[in-house]
């Protein structure tokens, strides 16, 4: 074969986005800001948890730099969860951080096996009013997280903080060749270290660790009963850390308008969390804030900066413990005060909006937002949110579903027509719209306009019918299409209606 030949037979590989100088260099600088913003959540993420701070940040750094290659979403950060950490606390309490472990590596199988069931297809049945309120819900917990780093500290963190939120607004105007955040957190750790100014600190949120983490089996009883103990913590850190990382990576998808593989990212959680149990890591799933941090701040789109964020973090808490500890917490809360603004929909609580958009699109969001807010849980907040919508979605359609009626020319019979989608909300009223006493003996049901989606509309057309029959009266009913009339000739007759 000729060499020109050879060329074209071989397919020529594409070269990786990351290789260009330019989306290199952000990629490096967005995971070394992500990395110093996620050494106080992880710390403070460990703290709630009841266990150890290195517990956390081990964490972090196994379940970034494993889903950054096992993952579905470029660019979304994965790290130890205040969620997750909600969820294994009472475990890590009463029985330790051995039978933590233990839950996290079968929460990791868990949402392996759920990927395998096509959980991530479920994505297609939270509504966008749901969606609007996990993100204005988690803007105002990021905000809020902040508030203890604001009250009881001496009065130097105030304009500290002015003069980061200064630079991250006001450096981009000039310049975006680096992150406004990493150029912020330089400056103060920098000012405060010169001028020997006493603040909070990185350092005062916990001992950061001073070795690497290294491989291990939980010490636990392989038994029936440890697996039956552990199981609901199990079940719980699976579909908490599923739900909130399907949310966010849904939410980067609209933000960077690509798309990403739903299915991987969720075996590439359970993987990670696999990982991170083995390593005696908390366990976690996506995070909102620092993935904002990367996404929206500092502009990476790639892997790169995902995996570099857990090895960053590494090398800083474990050879630069020292330099990260004296970083001031005034810096970060600034940080995060500018992620809280740009993660809320701003748009969704415009007046305009709110005039124009439906009252129960409006209720699922707020509903949303106050169930998170009251359980400081965005898990439980969007199986509320989907909850209402699904209610407020079945009164509404079952509010169009009409039926009228003709005589025919003769007289010997009347034509119902049925109009809109039979299901358990909507075809509860329909019994009770036809004339049984007064109509002929004959009586047509059209169905052509109609749909018949459950067997609760297969019971309220059986019931007509027997209540016509109990007159003497005959009902034919007409014009079903392929699926209803599939639904209605294997259910009707099965109910035992008697009227």
């Known amino acids: 074969m000729s060499p020109a030949l050879s060329a074209v037979a071989r397919p020529r590989l594409s070269r990786p986005s990351w290789l260009s100088p330019k989306v290199f260099r952000t990629e490096v600088l967005a995971g070394l800001v992500v990395a110093l913003a996620l050494i106080p959540e992880a710390i403070s993420f460990s703290i709630l948890a009841g266990v150890d701070p290195r517990v956390g940040l081990f964490a972090s750094f196994t379940m970034a730099v494993t889903i950054a290659i096992c993952g579905g979403r470029p660019a979304m950060i994965s790290a130890a969860t205040g969620a997750v950490a909600l969820v294994v606390a009472p475990l890590a309490k009463e029985y330790g951080l051995d039978y933590l472990v233990a839950a996290v590596i079968l929460g ?9 069931l096509g959980v991530a297809k ?39 903080v002015a003069v980061a939120l ?7 105007r000039l310049t975006r060749a680096v992150p406004a955040p990493l150029v912020a957190i330089i400056v103060l750790t920098v000012v405060t270290a010169v001028a020997g100014v006493a603040v909070p600190s990185v350092g005062d949120e916990g001992a950061l660790p001073d070795s690497l983490p290294t491989l291990a089996v939980p010490h636990v009883p392989w038994t029936l009963d440890t697996l039956t103990l552990i199981a609901p913590y199990a079940l ?21 308008d690509t798309h990403s593989n739903k299915t991987r990212e969720s075996w590439g959680q359970g993987v990670a969390n696999i990982v991170t149990g083995f390593f005696g890591g908390m366990g976690g799933c996506a995070m909102i804030g620092q993935t904002m941090i990367n996404v929206k701040a500092s502009g990476a789109r790639t892997r790169l900066s995902t995996f570099l964020a857990g090895v960053f973090l590494l090398v800083l808490v474990v050879a630069l413990g020292d330099v990260v500890a004296a970083i001031p917490m005034a810096a970060l809360v600034a ?7 740009s993660t809320f929909d701003w748009h969704s609580i415009a007046p305009r909006t709110l005039k124009r958009m439906p009252v129960g699109e409006t209720v699922v969001m707020l509903a949303t937002v106050a169930v998170t807010l009251a359980t400081r849980n965005l898990a439980v907040g969007v199986l509320v949110g989907v909850l209402t919508a699904t209610v407020v979605f079945a009164r509404h359609v079952a509010r169009v579903v009409e039926v009228t009626s003709v005589l025919d020319p003769e007289g010997s019979s009347r034509i119902y027509s049925v109009h809109g989608e039979l299901f358990f909300a909507s075809s509860n009223d329909l019994v009770g ?5 007064d109509d002929p003996d004959n009586v047509v049901i059209d169905m052509a306009q109609a749909h018949v989606w459950d067997a609760s509309s297969v019971a309220a057309l059986d019931a007509i019918t027997t209540k016509y029959a ?4 005959t009902v034919e009913i ?4 392929k699926p209803s009339a599939r639904i209605h000739n294997t259910l009707a007759g099965q109910f035992g209606v008697d009227h």
């Open 108 to 116: 990791g199988a868990i949402q392996i096996l759920l990927a395998v």
């Open 122 to 160: 479920l994505m297609r049945f939270i509504p966008r009013s749901v969606m609007v309120g996990f993100v204005n819900a988690l803007a105002i917990l990021i905000l809020t997280a902040q508030i203890p780093h604001l009250i009881g500290v001496p009065w130097l963190v105030y304009p500290l």
């Open 166 to 172: 200064a630079i991250i607004v006001g450096l981009p």
């Open 236 to 256: 719980g850190i699976a579909l908490v850390g599923l739900m909130e990382s399907l949310m966010t990576a849904k939410l980067v998808d609209d933000i960077t």
């Open 335 to 341: 940080v995060m005060i500018i992620v809280s603004v």
């Open 433 to 437: 719209q036809f004339d049984y006493a």
């Open 470 to 473: 109990a007159r003497g009266k």
């Open 478 to 481: 007409t014009g079903l299409n």
